[in-house]
């Protein structure tokens, strides 16, 4: 059974940091692409990020100098470290899986494409 498992929200002042954490189980990251995405309330949920087997990442302009996508392939983990967060930042984050996605060096996939999620974690920055 596959699982992804969100962790490392929570709430951090304007211009601080967090390390979010995707751990998955039940898939491989060297057979599946990994994306980070967020949703706030009232609001459709946004790709940020993702990284494909091949080691190729994408990001969307609004983080893509604050965030970076990393894995640890031995822990079965994908991390998102987010830095120089803003309030508008304030949001629920997933992670997700996409099976065979060899590259993103044309971007990320849509979010219906994605085949596996997590349930996520609150992020909260306050000013």
């Known amino acids: 059974q596959v699982h992804l498992a969100e962790t490392g929200g929570g709430l951090v002042p304007s211009g601080g940091s967090l390390r979010l954490s995707c751990a998955v189980s039940?898939?491989?990251?060297?057979?599946?692409?990994i994306g980070w995405f967020r949703q706030a309330p009232a609001k459709q949920r946004e790709t940020l990020s993702c990284?494909?087997?091949?080691?190729?990442?994408a990001y969307t302009d609004a983080v893509k100098d604050r965030f970076t996508i990393s894995t640890d392939g031995a822990k079965k983990t994908v991390y998102l470290q987010m830095n120089n967060l803003k309030p508008e930042d304030t949001a629920r984050y997933f992670c997700?899986?996409?099976?065979?996605?060899?590259?993103?060096?044309?971007?990320?996939?849509?979010?219906?494409?994605?085949?596996?999620w997590g349930q996520g974690t609150q992020v909260t920055v306050s000013t």
């Open positions: 997700a899986a996409i099976r065979r996605l060899r590259t993103v060096r044309l971007g990320c996939p849509t979010v219906p494409s994605f085949d596996y």
């Open positions: 039940g898939i491989t990251l060297d057979m599946h692409a």
């Open positions: 990284i494909a087997t091949d080691g190729t990442t």
